[in-house]
């Protein structure tokens, strides 16, 4: 169902009234998690000043650590419905389960499966039934077969409304947090109908690299990107090191602005 042979014009995700995979490259930003209430809403007024699209912010993650902060759970999806009622932002958070989907379908527009969930195939037929656009983020270690056999997973329920996300694999190089595979972009919309956009930030794992691979990402053919900004990043909670400030992101927005009117 995924593939080009099943469809031969591109699909065109619909999050609220924005669209992904259309003529308008779609910048989804936010901070990694939710925080707290004047948080989130200083990111939310920032990004939408900006130009981003949809607002991102994990109300439940999947931290490495049990001890590191597992997010505000249904508190932090009742703040990005208020930030999306002040803003008129579109919002995508990650569900980890069949608690959080519940929560979530009420509160969200679009629902995210992250790396580490990306085989969790019960999640996938969930989301599948959920009636809410996907974003599908790449495994840390999939390949893009099996990447694609994931979107099947959802598409086979019914919900064909699926953005592909590259974030970055796991190779042997460690000076980057993962390893970005630009090369997937191209690829992938050429072997299915679907929308990919690009994670800079969780690909590089620093602020740094966010700005020059978020540009090439846009010039390799992305209909969008997903970049964690903080209103404060050395106070961030989670992704400090990646989030960029407010300023970097208003100049990083017009930088991709003259690259997408150039290809
Ligand atoms: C995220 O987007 O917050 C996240 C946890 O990303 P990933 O699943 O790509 O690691
Ligand atoms: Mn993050």
């Known amino acids: 169902l995924v593939s080009r042979e099943a469809r031969e014009e591109n699909t065109v995700v619909r999050v609220g009234h924005v669209a992904i995979g259309g ?4 910048v989804i930003a936010g901070p990694c998690a939710v925080e707290s209430r004047e948080q989130l809403l200083a990111a939310a007024h920032m990004v939408q000043q900006a130009g981003a699209a949809i607002l991102r912010g994990g109300a439940f993650k999947p931290r490495t650590s049990p001890y590191s902060f597992q997010g505000l759970g249904e508190k932090g999806l009742k703040l990005l419905a208020e ?24 509160y969200v527009d679009m629902l995210q499966v992250g790396a580490r969930n990306m085989q969790n195939f019960r999640l996938l037929q969930m989301v599948g039934r959920s009636g809410k656009p996907v974003l599908l983020k790449r495994g840390l270690s999939a390949t893009v077969e099996e990447w694609l056999m994931a979107a099947e997973y959802i598409m086979s329920e019914g919900n064909g409304q699926i953005v592909l996300c590259e974030r970055g694999i796991r190779t042997f190089e460690h000076s980057t947090r993962n390893t970005l595979d630009l090369s997937a972009v191209p690829l992938v919309k050429s072997l299915s109908h ?4 690009v ?19 846009v010039a390799a053919g992305a ?9 404060e ?7 400090g090191p990646q989030s960029l400030t407010p300023a970097q992101f208003v100049s990083l927005m017009e930088e991709l602005r003259a690259v997408a009117a150039a290809v």
């Open 223 to 231: 209909d969008g990107l997903l970049i964690e900004v903080h209103p």
């Open 83 to 106: 930030a999306a009622r002040q803003t008129g932002l579109a919002t995508v958070t990650e569900v980890v389960d069949e608690h959080s989907l519940e929560l979530a379908v009420e």
């Open 199 to 217: 994670d800079p930030s969780h690909a590089t794992g620093d602020r740094r690299l966010v700005g020059p691979m978020a540009r090439a990402a």
């Open 233 to 239: 990043p050395t106070q961030a909670l989670c992704d």
């Open 23 to 26: 003529s308008q490259l779609a």
């Open 194 to 197: 679907l929308p990919v956009i």
